[in-house]
């Protein structure tokens, strides 16, 4: 499978919590998206850190690292041409305020750093933070 044909997201705790999960997963399906892999976790300290270490440093990180390990997370691998670009585009930008309607942050998110989903930046990232959350054995590719 080519590299652009993948990302990665998670719904965030604050989601989870709401239990948006069903409607963000349907509204991700219904942009064509194919979910090769999913599960229902949490980040422990460490592994927030590690996952948001390109971040550290920056105001905001002690914050994004208290709040992702406030409570479960859903992450999935999903599965499109362009996947990153196409998902960026339908989770909308980090402000949810400045979001376009329809997008998954307009329609769910609470503020910048309670924006209801996370997707990978890059097809570098996209297989990196994948195999984070992912052994090989359970990113479906076939589907």
């Avoid at 422990?44 to 590690?50: G, I, S, V, W, Y």
């Avoid at 996209?126 to 590719?141: S, V, Y």
């Amino acid at each position: 499978m080519s590299i652009s044909n993948f990302t990665l997201t998670m719904i965030k705790p604050d989601a989870v919590s709401k239990g948006l999960t069903g409607s963000i997963l349907k509204d991700i399906t219904d942009a064509g998206f194919s979910i090769i892999a999913l599960k229902l976790t949490s980040l422990t300290l460490t592994d927030a850190q590690r996952f948001y270490s390109i971040h550290q440093g920056k105001p905001f990180y002690e914050d994004l690292i208290q709040f992702m390990t406030s409570g479960p997370i859903v992450a999935a691998v999903l599965k499109k041409e362009n996947a990153v670009e196409s998902f960026r585009k339908l989770i909308g930008s980090t402000n949810p305020d400045q979001a376009e309607e329809g997008t998954l942050r307009k329609k769910y998110a609470e503020s910048t750093q309670r924006n209801a989903v996370h997707g990978s930046d890059s097809d570098e990232n996209a297989t990196i933070e994948a195999h984070f959350h992912f052994a090989d054995r359970e990113i479906f590719f076939c589907l």
